[in-house]
């Protein structure tokens, strides 16, 4: 759940210039539409949900169908409104977040997940996860990390199959057949959380 402690301070290892300086600047209110009832505090994570059209504080049960996108550089505090009511126009980029205390230098440049709105930590390789950008330095209890929509790949990733592609000939064989049968199965979602983590698919909802 988001952390919504408060505002959160902001510091970027990259340029001034920003990679995503506005969103929609054709329109009079540039910016993201952001998700009713919701406060985006300054320096958080933002999540957008493209199925919903909106934004959000990053969260790790934030829809499915939600990515990072960058940091929110002023606080949006929608809680009386509407989605659409108000905008946010997050900045993507590499920037200091907090860490979970779990990430050590063999996590460096993999995938982060979304632990609160400011803190991210190891993936575990399942469906919950929402990524929020690819580690690329520890700093004491935070972490850098490149937030760039679409263009960090994840992985690789290894995927250990059990099955064995065995042959059954009798009748006597129907118990191996349910073994076997079983081990196929645990492969399939072993496969399904590979390709999620690896951004190929999106979560279960």
Known sequence: MASKAGIFPIEFLAPDAA??????????????????????????????????????????????TSKVIGIALATVDNRTGSKGDLKVSPRAGIVKVKSDGNLTAAHLYTQVRVVDDHTVGVPAGTDADRPAGLLVGLDGASAWILI??????????????????????????????????????????????????LGLLAPAA
Do not use: W
Request: charged fraction near 15%; glycine fraction near 8%; charge should be negative.
């Open 19 to 64: 990679l995503h300086p506005q969103h929609n600047p054709q329109t009079a209110t540039p910016g993201l539409p952001v998700k009713a009832a919701e406060i985006i505090y300054a320096g958080v994570m933002v999540g957008y949900d493209p199925a919903n059209s909106q934004a959000c504080s990053a969260d790790p049960t934030m829809a499915a």
């Open 148 to 197: 760039l929509p679409e263009s960090a790949k994840r992985g690789p990733l290894t995927v250990t199959l059990t099955s064995t592609n065995g042959t059954f000939a009798a009748a006597a064989d129907l118990a191996a057949v349910k073994v076997e049968g079983e081990k196929v199965g645990d492969d399939v979602r072993a496969m399904h959380a590979a390709l999620v983590t």
